[in-house]
């Protein structure tokens, strides 16, 4: 089974802060996707990334930015924290092969910004 | 670029019977896949259900199974025999087949409360 491991459950930070999200997958996928979820939107794609170093912006990347310098970790950052990126953040990947390949998402990070 | 909606907030089922989970989608795509996926309160989201666009044939997994109409670009979830464990947030997801994109558009979700 692919795991795809969030290294934070809860996370609580204060405001201006440089916060870091990170989640490392123990299998050999391409695809790396960070999602924010917040209730009545849904999931929103902030970035992916299909590759070591490449990186793509999805429909809400301001405020954030990714880093992937080894392929089974993908961290978030928040370069400075602001009360409305308190949300639930979801790390997820897949096989670059096949696009009807299912997302293997990780348990979520549920962060508070105060 | 591509929108999902799901028009049902929140719906609840007694045990054992049927519900049906709605979702449209709006795409110019013609090459596309759509997935079903729970999440649960303990917040894993795992697949239930996933179909190609290109199939006619409505897809099957045990008690869930789908009705997919592509003219009319819907794609609903109908599980049968519910069971408490089926309590959870179901969202539906669209993605394309190109090398361009390949994360998946959610729609806002739907809360399922099973009855005993």
């Known amino acids: 089974d692919v795991k795809v491991t969030q290294s934070s459950r809860y996370l609580v930070k204060r405001t201006g802060e440089k916060v870091f999200l990170e989640c490392v997958q123990d299998?050999?996928?391409?695809?790396m996707f960070w999602y924010r979820q917040d209730p009545g939107l849904g999931l929103r794609l902030i970035y992916f990334?299909?590759?070591?170093?490449?990186?793509e912006k999805g429909d809400i990347p301001e405020g954030y930015s990714v880093s992937r310098e080894k392929k089974e970790r993908f961290s978030l950052i928040l370069e400075s924290a602001s009360t409305n990126q308190t949300s639930m953040y979801l790390c997820?990947?897949?096989?670059?092969?096949?696009?009807?390949?299912?997302?293997?998402f990780g348990n979520g990070t549920r962060l508070t910004v105060t | 670029a591509q929108t999902v909606t799901q028009s049902q907030p929140e719906m609840s089922v007694q045990e054992a019977e049927t519900v049906t989970l709605s979702c449209t989608y709006d795409?110019?795509?013609?090459?596309?896949?759509l997935f079903w996926y729970k999440q649960p309160p303990s917040r894993q989201m795992i697949l239930v259900i996933r179909?190609?666009?290109?199939?006619?044939q409505n897809a099957t997994e045990n008690r869930f199974s789908v009705n997919f109409q592509k003219a009319a670009k819907s794609f609903s979830l109908k599980i049968s025999d519910s069971q408490l464990g089926d309590t959870a947030m179901y969202f539906c997801?669209?993605?394309?087949?190109?090398?361009?994109?390949?994360?998946?558009?959610f729609g806002s979700g739907t809360r399922l409360q099973v009855q005993p």
């Open positions: 997820a990947n897949s096989p670059g092969s096949s696009y009807n390949s299912p997302l293997h």
């Open positions: 299998m050999d996928h391409e695809n």
């Open positions: 990334s299909y590759d070591v170093k490449m990186k």
């Open positions: 795409t110019s795509e013609n090459n596309y896949y």
């Open positions: 179909q190609e666009a290109y199939k006619q």
């Open positions: 997801a669209f993605g394309v087949m190109d090398t361009g994109r390949r994360a998946l558009t």
